[in-house]
């Protein structure tokens, strides 16, 4: 139900005109076997007018079976491209550099759970057993792990902004709309432990739960800056794209409103020392601009319209993608000074663990200490989770550089503190490349993935480790020669069938009647798929039968009844001759 | 056997009934639901596939049943006082989520559940406050129509009795709070309830219906509400929409399926919609802080919850209904600021605020007993001042001497109904009715003593003899605001001494001009103005317009006929942009006129009569949604006009129907009849002094931040609400009906009486005729429905207490 409000949310956000503004585009590469590799592209224009710069921002492989209908589709490996660099904030963000090899991919989506349940144990090991141990082994695997965590992270961000702000609607690539939305949603997903776990049929309700949790905070941090501005006699000026929620804010003092003493300053929400009785402010001899004011006191560049014209100090930048409160990114007073309350909270946070020995994961009281204060600090609306603040971070470095109300020496300043975004360098996007086109790359990949997928089918219910050896029997073929066609068209119709059991599973929990409340093409394909030859999976036989039941149970319109009736009868074989006309995607 | 018989009898009685009749009835409430909104999806088509995205709605209702695209809220679009219109079928008695009274400070915070289910929990209320206050009113519920053992009523404001099995079986747990962090979470954002607990009383509405004996079912949803504040996003609203939607498809495929389908009618209805929009964030203004100020005159300032400035846990305890923030600056510096505070704030819903503020006069009492408590005050100005206090203590006392009286009168039949109700305590069945006695009863008892106290402390006041070392704590009555204020102590509010302080007078009296700093409330608020216009669309300033009642009888000036104005009010927008609403009759016959410079020295209040043009508040005379062709607006506006041709003439204009819904907001609260009720007396004591309304896209939000959306004033965005019906075979309703005809929300409860063959002609709102002929009869007793005896005993109910047996 939410996946047209989600593609329309990405359309909408791709609203600026491709030519001359920043913007995203997906480009397909097809390789040998029905494989392809799909890359999300940011696009930045060159200011004077040459060529745009093209970054590689995230691929995803799709394995298609060599034609043009996704109902066989399937995606499997995510790759993140952005690259990573430590500047300004970033540097007290990420405490290690990564140092990436070839790329390794961010998820399969064919088992988006897949190493979730390594991690968990990595972790709960590294608290039990490292942490005691010693200091020495203690501090630096955590720090190990919790940098190159930290550079994933930021990867993944700017991944999800890119897809999030300027995918291009123009240029959607070869992807269906669903499958943009998967990819979105598992990379979504990838930032969270247990996010692998996340069932398929809930992807939707996540993605428009993060979505709409981000446009609350972005709507509740504009609102506070801007009260806290009024309230303090600033100037309050909101950073987005056209069409867009602000992503951040910029508060001014002006030069003039100093001469007239003020009461005292509330920095709580803001961060910020008094700027009225700061002599750094009042001999500020740094940037500034001249804003000009009409009669209503908007900002005007129309010198007639103009009733007023300030000099404005700069004092702070915020990026309103944070929970609860904004995140302070500079203190234009103090270059040091958001990152050193960084540094102060890492080691804050870190402190229970590191310096007295003990584990959260093995202290029950020590944990339920930390939850509480982590919990007052939150309400109180300290930043408190260092992956939010990255996420704050990442999220106006991309807007900063691209929109227009930042005026170009600001832009420098900015990019000087908080480090620019995704490195123009294509490293991991080329070595990507590379492998994929080695003869033992991608083509390799795939005929195991794919014999993976037929053993599953063809020898069902046998232990993990004999699993194992029949995939290595399966794989025989594998160096000598691709999987037989006869293979190929298995493996395409258990797709078919898993699929047409989806559509139909969603179309009879969606609505108590599928005439009202479903799309009903898509449901009668689905049904018609699933009439044929059943499934040679168990669990697909067993889901199949539910899904048709429960369709033949609702208040259907009795042609349907009469066709699902009919194709019931008709045996497999006829079902699965009567196929092809279906493929080209219309019934009728 | 038995069972079987009462089939029987059942199956007799129903066949006996007249064609056209409805013998159940489902209310699906969508609070804040937006009229336009719904309007706006119905009308889309997906271009492939052609299909409506509220396919359930469109099916159900706009194609088998009735729809009324033009219905709206009547009073503030606001959550309680709306849903007490819907709910009872009556004018407005509730005006607001929160209500202060002035004598008492007793906050009635009708929005507020936490504390109801904490105290049913333990079996300390029964009710809702909203519908104790309608039993003490004696104000019946749609749903008392029928047994309450034939009702099925999910949470929502008005909610009789609560569904512990409901609640047990969403939560697993003995109380409530499975997770008191998301409780609370959800108790901040709003009345909201947690997604298992929807889904649970949805599947308990759904399976009641299988139970032929209930007969009145309803399930209450706050989602669109709680986004629509928080997130502007249209994706993120019509996501709720169509869950709404999706609603109503499993409710009606139930009732399809259930044994009384054919009998069974379907409302989908909203109290209010939302001034929301995708391009432009809802920006709050602080009028706490603005009360705090020097410019506001610095009050201590009560709110029901805690402003957002404080930003401490204690911002979150759910047990508060009052919360003081003082102010350092005021002129009580003295006192303790929990015993004097000076304004009540009611910022509730958001759009608009209702401010009540204590009666000037008792402030220049006040201020002067200062003075005169001090040592060294110049002889000659301690007279003129002792002369000065003596005055205002004999004006007050002969302002308030006829509110004193009753009240004296009221309280002796409140201590008369106490005993009567201690009395039957022991004679009523355990259960629901004990507890609901013993809520009311402590409820009585404490508004006996509290007024008791009042009264005590103004005879205090007006016997003491003011001195040198007297502290005016002892004398001036605490946590009290007295009289509500009139439009002249509006303009001319005395908030503290002048900077100079007491000055005499050339005859040797005190110079009251020059000894009091005061404020002009009305041109205060509308004079506001922000730095920051960073908004395309959204202006400098917060304040649209303030509105306030006007005695018709201290107006001077008016053309002959229309002093027989029942009731007037006066909207405030500039020295130069104002508009008196002249009201008389049921239903309203309303008449504006332009005005300006409106004054009021000691109670005559005079103003210059201006033409119609552009510019006055609610902008009638240029919307170009103003039914009445531009030529002929002047001469339309110039005659009195009954409140139907109002709402035809104004329903889609910008405004909607704020003219009506002003007079419905404002009108004087019924009496005074001495020998009435306490509860009715108290009526009067409740309403705010001034109704300050938010321009467009502005908040008054205090407590936190609602950027997404508005709603509480009378622009048509948060006014234009939803009303559909759909009905099986039997009720008589018509199918695929669009109702053309603008109604409100005073319609509502007659159109669905109507329709269940309930006679209730002293109803005060038209029925929605279109839907439907009304199935009037005589003599019906079906199963289910409280009987004629029943509805009495509640009418009169003197001695109170007791409802049905
Ligand atoms: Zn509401
Ligand atoms: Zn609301």
Redesign the pocket.
């Known amino acids: 139900m939410n996946g047209f409000l989600l593609i329309a949310f990405l359309l909408a956000a791709a609203a600026l005109p491709a030519s001359d503004a920043s913007h995203a585009e997906w480009e397909r590469q097809r390789f040998d076997g029905g494989v392809e590799l799909h890359t999300l592209f940011s696009v930045t224009p060159d200011p004077a007018g040459g060529e745009a710069e093209r970054t590689p921002v995230i691929s995803v492989l799709r394995d298609t079976l060599g034609d043009d209908d996704p109902n066989n589709d399937r995606l499997r490996y995510v790759w993140l491209l952005a690259g990573q660099e430590r500047r300004g904030v970033m540097k007290w963000l990420i405490p290690e550099p990564e140092l990436g090899d070839m790329p390794k991919p961010l998820v399969d989506l064919a088992a988006p759970g897949k190493g979730v349940w390594k991690t968990v144990l990595r972790r709960a090991v590294q608290a039990s057993l490292l942490d005691p141990s010693g200091v020495g082994v203690r501090i630096s695997s955590r720090s190990y792990w919790s940098g190159r965590r930290a550079s994933r992270t930021v990867r993944l961000y700017e991944a999800l902004s890119v897809m999030l702000l300027r995918e291009q609607a123009s240029a959607p690539g070869g992807l269906t709309a669903e499958q943009r939305k998967q990819v979105l949603a598992r990379t979504f997903l990838a930032d969270s432990t247990l996010g692998g776990l996340a069932p398929d049929s809930s992807l939707d309700r996540i993605v428009e739960q993060e979505l709409s949790a981000r446009r609350q905070s972005l709507g509740r941090n504009w609102e506070l800056l801007r009260q806290r501005a009024e309230e303090e006699g600033l100037i309050f000026q909101p950073i987005g794209m056209d069409d867009e929620p602000a992503i951040a804010a910029m508060l001014w003092v002006s030069r003039a409103d100093l001469e007239t003493p003020r009461g005292p300053f509330r920095s709580k929400f803001l961060g910020i020392s008094d700027p009225w009785k700061d002599p750094a402010v009042h001999e500020w001899a740094g940037y500034t601009e001249i804003w000009r004011f009409d009669s209503d006191g908007r900002r005007t560049d129309d010198d007639a319209a103009a009733v007023r014209r300030e000099e404005l100090i700069p004092l702070a930048l915020y990026s309103l993608d944070h929970p609860k409160i904004p995140f302070l990114l500079i203190d234009f007073r103090s270059s040091w000074k958001p990152a050193l309350r960084e540094t102060a909270r890492r080691t804050l946070e870190e402190a229970p663990r590191t310096v007295l020995g003990m584990t959260a994961y093995a202290n029950v009281e020590l944990r339920a200490a930390q939850f509480a204060l982590t919990f007052i600090r939150s309400r109180r609306g300290a930043p408190v989770q260092r992956r939010d603040r990255l996420r704050a971070t990442v999220a106006v470095r991309q807007t900063a550089q691209a929109v227009d109300p930042v005026a170009p020496a600001l832009r420098e300043q900015l990019a000087e503190r908080l480090g620019t975004p995704t490195s123009p360098s294509t490293r991991r996007y080329e070595s990507l490349l590379a492998w994929a086109g080695a003869p033992d790359g991608l083509a390799r990949r795939i005929e195991k993935d794919r014999g993976r997928e037929l053993a599953r089918l063809l020898h069902p219910g046998r232990a993990r480790w004999t699993q194992a050896l029949t995939v290595a029997t399966v794989g025989l073929y594998r160096y000598r020669e691709p999987l037989s066609p006869e293979r190929l068209a298995l493996l395409d119709r258990e797709r078919r069938l898993s699929t047409a059991v989806d559509v139909l599973e969603t179309a009879v929990e969606s609505s108590p009647r599928i005439d009202v409340g479903v799309e009903l093409d898509s449901v009668r394909l689905a049904a018609r798929e699933l009439s044929g030859e059943p499934s040679l999976d168990s669990d697909t036989r067993k889901r199949a039968d539910e899904a048709l039941r429960a369709l033949a149970a609702q208040p259907l319109p009795e042609e349907m009844r009469r066709e699902l009736a009919a194709w019931r009868n008709q045996g497999p074989e006829r079902v699965a001759a009567g196929r092809a006309p279906l493929e080209g995607g219309g019934l009728d | 056997m038995i069972r079987a018989g009462l089939a029987l009898a059942l199956w007799l009685t129903a066949t006996a009934l007249l064609p056209g009749q409805a013998r159940r009835v489902v209310v699906l409430k969508a609070?804040?639901l937006p009229g336009w909104l719904v309007e706006r999806m119905l009308a889309e088509r997906d271009p492939d596939t052609g299909r409506s995205p509220l396919p359930w709605i469109e099916r159900t209702f706009v194609e088998r049943g009735v729809w009324a695209p033009n219905f709206y809220s009547r009073g503030v679009s606001l959550?309680v006082p709306s849903w007490s219109i819907l709910d009872t079928g009556r004018p407005m008695v509730i005006h607001g989520n929160v209500e202060y009274d002035r004598y008492t400070l007793r906050a009635f915070d009708y929005l507020n559940f936490i504390p109801f289910y904490f105290k049913s929990a333990f079996s300390k209320a029964a009710d809702m406050p909203a519908v104790e206050l309608l039993d003490d009113l004696q104000v019946p519920l749609l749903a008392d129509r029928f047994e309450w053992s034939a009702t099925r009523q999910s949470f929502q404001i008005f909610q009789r009795g609560i569904p512990w099995t409901t609640l047990k079986r969403a939560v697993r747990g003995p109380f409530p709070l499975a997770s008191p962090r998301r409780l609370i979470g959800e108790w901040q954002a709003?009345f909201e309830f947690s997604q298992s607990i929807q889904d649970e009383l949805e599947r308990s509405l759904i399976a009641a219906l299988a139970d032929e004996q209930i007969r009145y079912l309803d399930l209450y949803t706050g989602e669109l509400?709680?986004v629509a504040?928080l997130d502007n996003s249209e994706q993120a609203q019509r996501a709720v929409v169509e869950g709404i939607d999706a609603l109503v498809g499993r409710v009606w495929s139930a009732i399809e399926q259930s044994p009384l389908a054919d009998e069974t009618i379907l409302a989908l209805v909203s109290d209010h919609g939302?001034n929301t929009s995708p391009d432009a964030y809802s920006q709050g203004y602080n009028l706490v802080e603005l009360f705090r100020g020097a410019a506001g005159g610095r009050h201590h300032v009560v709110t029901n919850r805690h402003p957002l400035a404080d930003y401490k846990l204690k911002g979150l305890y759910p047990f508060v209904h009052k919360v003081l923030s003082s102010s350092d600056a005021s002129p009580y510096a003295g006192e303790s600021p929990k015993d004097y505070p000076t304004v009540l704030l009611d910022l509730d819903?958001?759009e608009r605020a209702a401010i009540s503020l204590r009666n000037s006069d008792l402030n220049r009492i006040h201020l002067l007993l200062l003075q005169l408590e001090s040592e060294d005050l110049e002889p000659k100005l301690r007279a003129a001042a002792a002369r000065a206090y003596a005055d205002a203590i004999r004006a007050y006392e002969d302002h308030s001497r006829q509110r004193l009286d009753r009240l004296e009168l009221e309280l002796a039949v409140l201590t008369r109904q106490i005993a009567g109700l201690e009395a039957q305590l022991p004679h009523i069945a355990d259960g629901i009715e004990t507890r609901r006695a013993k809520a009311r009863l402590r409820s009585w008892k404490l508004d006996a003593s509290d007024y008791q106290d009042a009264l005590e402390a103004l005879r205090t006041l007006f016997a003491a003899e003011p001195g040198a070392g007297k502290p005016a704590s002892k004398t001036v009555p605490k946590r009290f605001l007295g009289e509500p204020n009139s439009i002249g102590q509006l303009q001319r509010y005395a908030v503290s001494l002048s900077p100079g302080g007491l000055r005499l007078g050339a005859d040797g009296n005190l110079d009251e001009e020059r000894s009091f700093e005061r404020v002009d409330y009305f041109r205060l608020l509308r004079d506001l103005r922000v730095r920051n216009v960073v908004q395309e669309g959204v202006g400098a300033r917060p304040v649209d317009f303030v509105a306030a009642p006007v005695p018709v009888e201290a107006l001077a000036g008016l053309p002959p006929g229309d002093e027989a104005a029942d009731f007037a009010v006066w909207l405030y927008g500039g020295a130069h942009r104002q508009l008196l609403i002249l009201v008389r009759g049921e239903p309203f016959e309303i008449k504006a006129i332009p005005a300006a410079n409106l004054t009021d020295r000691g109670g005559r209040i005079s103003f210059e009569r201006t033409e119609w043009g552009p510019g006055l508040p609610l902008a009638l005379y240029e919307d170009p949604g103003f039914a009445i062709p531009a030529a002929e607006r002047a001469q339309w506006l110039a005659a009195w006009r009954s409140e139907r041709d109002w709402l035809r003439a104004s329903h889609r204009a910008r405004y909607a129907n704020a003219v009506v819904g002003l007079a419905e907001q404002l009108r004087p609260p019924e009496g005074p009849h001495p020998g009435e009720t306490f509860h009715q007396a108290r009526r009067e004591l409740v309403r705010p002094d001034l109704l300050v309304l938010a321009g467009d896209h502005w908040n008054f939000n205090a407590r936190g931040f609602n950027p997404g959306g508005?709603?509480g004033g009378f622009l048509r965005a948060s006014a234009h609400s939803v009303m559909m019906l759909a009905g099986g075979d039997s009720t008589g309703l018509r199918r695929g009906v669009r109702v053309d005809e603008p109604y409100d929300a005073l319609s509502f409860a007659p159109t669905l009486l109507g329709l269940l063959g309930f006679c209730e002609p002293d109803l005060p709102g038209v029925p929605i005729h279109e839907a439907g002929p009304a199935a009037c009869a005589d003599g019906l007793d079906e199963g289910g429905r409280a009987s004629e005896a029943q509805l009495e005993l509640d009418r009169d109910l003197p001695a109170g207490g007791q409802r049905r047996p």
Request: net charge negative; hydrophobic share 10%; glycine share 24%.
């Open positions: 609070d804040g959550s709003g509400d709680h504040h939302m819903g958001n508005n709603h």
